[in-house]
């Protein structure tokens, strides 16, 4: 530092009468007083600062949390060998959670590559959701010293091309990168603003005492928060009768939600024509099959469970082109290549390790593994998981529908599981790194998956007509006769069921995104459940638009621009579309979990009721909660923390759950 030089030939810092001094680059008469972190922790200081001073001077020792100059340097909790100082000092850093990149053929334009160029394909890049109150941290390569630093959402791009046809041949998929994690990338960064005021707590990176940051840990360990998944162009749903595909949003930028406050003001005309159709969506395309209890759309495959036929992989690359009259097909290509369906006697439920497209078989090598210096995959991302509510859990292997190899699409199984009929009636899974949660007729069914083609029985959990759950960090949210429970997962050998409730007359399905539970109540609506503190749920209202909400079976929640949006199974009526938040209901959209303000509007009706839906695309997971990464991080050898790294953020050496306070 003594050896810079501004464009003036003046130094750049100078020490003058004990003072640091750093003089302006752009304006060379402008200067200032830097201040120094041996002034900052010295109580006989004028600088001293007792906040700054607990930051970091604080040792290891969770249980007293003792800190102090006397605390020796091998001993400190923060020590600038293992954490960047701009981690706690972040004051705030800008995160792309979703940019589409819609390409249109015909359309000469320059490239912006250094070579230069032309080139007959024009992409314009739109960033849908940019949010600057996402925390998150990881750790940075090896080149700069594997140090914990702040973690930014920066390429989660979804890819459309319109070819001169004018023919949508790919609608919105998200890519694989060449190692085989998603391409929802992350990456360690400088923060936007880093400053002495406005500094990260001790919360922002522990257990709150007040047990109100889970949300918040699940963001910040990068396990997702459910909160800005794109749903898309259109949202897929399972049917008595099949599965449907309508289109919930204009195919321009920006692509609105129908029927939203930003359709009203960037699309008039469409606006006004939807009031017209009484908030009636008027596109879709429906597949008629088997009833559909629960799907998942990954890339251009829509897997679904489909009772008696067993789960199905539909393929749905051309589902917004014109050039196919059917949009939605088992087999693109012969019976002989290719078959997409898992026979078993019911399926009623099935799970994927991520929605995010990723291709295991990929990361393997010396290329990877010391090159690249990436992480392995866990095996568990080779495999879908079923429930079947005769046969149980089964396994499948997926990898052969991103091998680009279209002569083995066929699905086998992998495993079946189901020792002692523990898993007879399942209906229902959700999965959280290689832990799979399966609601049957015991209770609540734990199986870890560590080894997927050896499944093991982790514990049970007794509840009466257990339905459905979701997961966040250390506690799974699970509906049964009672309503909605609450259980801790911190340690998934040993659940922990809580006091915690809320009645709601016929939950079933949930979802949890942020510090809010969505329930689908029946005849009740859609249950808004304050889930701030995890272990004390409470019921905000039910919502049913006036009584139109007659039989909800299904919510998720996804953002479309700067908006929130909730979308309803709501059986014969067919899927509804809430907006949650929008600058005319919620001035503190922008904040980290506004408070929904739901109204309806929009409504699709389907062939026959709807009875399930698709989560949308996670465009914040980056680490399962096992540990096991699913994006690619843009630098070479960064990545999430582990499962060991994380547990130290919160559990002390017998595991147990440690907690701190803000103040001293």
Request: glycine share 8%; proline share 5%.
């Amino acid at each position: 530092m003594r050896l810079y030089r501004n464009p003036d030939g003046k130094r750049r810092f100078e020490w003058r009468d004990g003072k640091l001094i750093q003089r302006s680059v752009l304006d060379p008469g402008v200067e200032w007083e830097l201040s120094l972190v041996r002034d900052t922790v010295d109580p006989d200081h004028g600088e001293y600062n007792d906040k700054a001073a607990r930051a970091k001077l604080m040792g290891k020792d969770v249980q007293s949390q003792h800190w102090g100059l006397d605390v020796a340097p091998g001993d400190l909790a923060h020590q600038d060998e293992q954490i960047e100082c701009y981690t706690c000092h972040t004051s705030w850093i800008t995160s792309c959670a979703g940019c589409h990149l819609p390409i249109e053929a015909n359309w000469k334009t320059s490239k912006h590559h250094y070579e230069g160029g032309e080139t007959r394909n024009y992409a314009t890049y739109n960033p849908q959701v940019v949010r600057d109150q996402m925390f998150m941290i990881g750790k940075r390569g090896p080149a700069n010293g594997g140090k914990i630093a702040p973690v930014r959402s920066s390429s989660a791009l979804v890819l459309s091309s319109t070819n001169a046809n004018r023919e949508r041949i790919y609608v919105q998929q998200p890519p694989i990168a060449a190692s085989g994690f998603s391409s929802q990338a992350l990456n360690p960064h400088f923060p936007h603003t880093a400053r002495k005021t406005e500094t990260k707590t001790c919360s922002n990176c522990h257990l709150s005492e007040d047990g109100g940051n889970n949300a918040w840990m699940a963001q910040l360990m990068l396990l997702g928060t459910n909160f800005v998944n794109f749903v898309g162009f259109h949202a897929y749903a399972g049917l008595q009768d099949g599965v449907v595909a309508a289109q919930v949003t204009e195919w321009d930028e920006p692509q609105a939600v129908i029927g939203s406050y930003l359709h009203r003001y960037a699309y008039p005309d469409n606006y006004r024509q939807h009031l017209s159709n009484d908030r009636r969506l008027q596109n879709g395309f429906e597949y008629n099959d088997k009833r559909t209890g629960c799907l998942q759309l990954r890339g251009e495959y829509l897997y679904a469970a489909a009772g008696r036929k067993g789960m199905v992989a539909y393929d749905v690359a051309n589902v917004a082109n014109k050039g196919f009259s059917l949009r939605i097909v088992t087999a693109p290509f012969g019976r002989l290549g290719h078959d997409s369906e898992l026979n078993s006697k019911f399926a009623t439920c099935v799970a994927l390790p991520t929605n995010q497209p990723v291709h295991p078989p990929s990361n393997e090598g010396e290329l990877m593994r010391v090159t690249n210096q990436e992480q392995p995959f866990h095996p568990i991302y080779n495999y879908a998981a079923v429930t079947d509510r005769e046969e149980g859990l089964i396994l499948t292997d997926i990898t052969r529908f991103s091998d680009g190899d279209i002569n083995n699409n066929r699905l086998r199984r992998a495993a079946v599981w189901n020792p002692d009929n523990v898993l007879a009636g399942a209906r229902h899974i959700t999965l959280g790194g290689h832990y799979a949660y399966i609601t049957a007729d015991r209770g609540l069914v734990i199986v870890d998956l560590d080894d997927p083609l050896q499944p093991e029985l982790a514990a049970i959990v007794p509840l009466d007509d257990a339905r459905a759950s979701a997961l966040q960090f250390r506690y799974l949210f699970v509906t049964d006769s009672s309503g909605l429970r609450v259980i801790d997962v911190t340690h998934p050998e040993t659940p922990r069921l809580l006091d915690a409730a809320v009645a709601i007359a016929d939950a079933r399905r949930v979802y949890v995104a942020r510090t809010y539970a969505y329930v689908a109540a029946g005849s009740q609506g859609l249950a808004i459940i304050d889930a701030w503190k995890a272990e004390q749920p409470k019921l905000i209202e039910f919502f049913d638009a006036g009584g139109q909400i007659r039989d909800a079976h299904d919510v998720v929640v996804g953002t479309t621009n700067a908006s929130l949006f909730a979308y309803l199974a709501d059986g014969d009526a067919g899927i509804r579309v809430l907006q949650l938040t929008s600058p005319e209901s919620q001035p503190n959209f922008y904040g980290f979990s506004p408070k929904p303000k739901p109204e309806l509007i929009a409504t699709y009706k389907t062939g026959s009721p709807a009875l399930s839906l698709s989560k949308g695309l996670d465009r914040d997971r980056g680490v399962d909660e096992t540990g096991e990464q699913i994006a690619i991080f843009g630098r070479r050898g960064s990545r999430p923390l582990n499962l060991e790294e994380m547990r130290r953020l919160y559990l002390d050496d017998e595991g147990n759950p440690w907690y701190v306070q803000d103040e001293n």
